[in-house]
């Protein structure tokens, strides 16, 4: 049996539904469908969970709501009628569910927009289940409730409770039948819509696929493969056949868009393979993410990707590394103002903190440098705010002790300069540091070296 899940390219038009639905039929084991809300038809087009984003707020304003329920409603109407189901009664239940969403109440904003949020895949699937029954399938539309997803966390930034799996491994799927299923939520344990994070369609596909035990997730989206570098940074760049769980994660980590670093926790846990396909291309094999056993790698280097999303805190202080506590006192800092960092790096004199910028604001960093300067004393205090990451990922890279010194003679060429490098014990992934204006420049150099094959070289053991 199979999870598979579709993106919200891969469901934004009545033409796109056939598509996915004819992927869905073609393949007896594909049980358990994850469906996302309706994305982008072309560009300059809005995304239904915008949309939902915009109404949310109109409610929360007591606003007049009817011009956007139109349009919200319009986009699923256009999906029933390439289906020439006009005359059903599913809109009508659509319109009346939205707008009993409208006069309730909620414990909270969040609680408000992450009920609002969820309508996009909630009504697409309900809408698609109906749809796959008009031609004659058997399918049937199953609410998180039903597969007994509870969650914990905060109302848009939800976690799966890990007493889930048990009930949704309990659930009886009726002979041939096939289930669609709304990624992106699911319930408190008070009964309230909750939303996951960043690529929660994804998460939603993930859970179902450890929960249900199957054998394989397919996760088809708009790409034929995950590529080495993206193919906005390079044309047309070598396909990544088979991936690692955890270059994946490092990967996803540092920009690659497919997947974001949280989404798969749960199929790794369980060890269940992910392929990732294309809607439009659905006989190209795509990437198959794997556990590092059943994968061999061909390449030196698996992939690399920049992310410029980062500010970077530099310290300096003489003797510094020998002040016990020192980093202690810091980490208080950062918790006062519940902030996380993602790096570390640190000499004997200088110590570099590294955050994500959505972590801060200009009053957050005004105040932890000033609380800083007051507890540590530093002689050198300063902000980067132009400073980019470059993953460089790949198991093969421990195979050849010279390839971390041919990543820097590549950047070298280029005239860059690293700010940081990093590697982990691993040796899977090392990371660079750039300023942001370089950073599309130094994965260009180094992706010159990801062509090159293990076999190639006589140092390197194919594992």
Known sequence: MKVIKFGGSSLASGEQVQKAINIIVADPARR???????????????????????????????????????????????????????????????????????????????????????????????????????????????????????????????????DSYERIGKFQLEPGEIIIVPGFFAYDEDGNYATFARGGSDITGSILARGFDVDLYENFTDVSAIYAVGPDVVPHPRAINTLTYREMRELSYAGFSVFNDEAIIPVIRAGIRVNVKNTNDPDAPGTMIAPTKDVKHHHLITGIAANDGFTALYLHRYLLNKEVGLTLRILQILYKY????????????????????DQLNASQMSAMTDDIKAEIKPDRIEWFDDFAIIMVVGEGLYTRNDLIARVMDKLAE?????????????????????????????????????CEKKEAQSEGAAR
Do not use: C, W
């Not at 902030?339 to 994500?356: C, K, N, Q, R």
């Not at 700010?419 to 014990?425: D, E, K, L, R, S």
């Open 338 to 357: 519940n902030v996380s960092y993602e790096h570390m790096p640190s000499g004997i004199d200088d110590l570099t903190i590294i955050f994500a910028k």
């Open 414 to 450: 280029q005239d860059i300069a690293p700010t940081m490098i990093n590697q982990g014990a691993s040796r899977i992934s090392t990371m660079i540091g750039v300023d942001s204006d370089r950073a599309l420049d130094a994965v260009r150099a180094i992706y010159t070296l990801s």
């Open 32 to 162: 358990i469908v994850v469906v996302s809300a309706p994305g982008k038809r072309h560009k300059g087009d809005v995304k239904v969970t915008d949309l939902l984003e915009q109404l949310a707020k109109t409610v929360q304003n007591s606003g007049d709501t009817s011009a956007l329920e139109d349009e919200i409603l319009g986009r699923y109407q256009a999906i029933s009628e390439y289906f020439s189901m006009s005359g059903s009664d599913v809109l009508s239940k659509l319109r009346e569910h939205l707008q009993n969403l409208e006069h309730q109440s909620y414990p909270s904003s969040e609680h408000l927009f992450a009920a609002f949020m969820a309508q996009g895949e909630n009504m697409n699937a309900r809408l698609i289940a109906r749809v796959m029954r008009h031609l004659g399938y058997r399918a049937r539309f199953v609410d998180p409730k039903e597969l007994g997803m509870v969650v914990s966390g905060s109302p848009r930034s939800a976690e799966i409770r890990e």
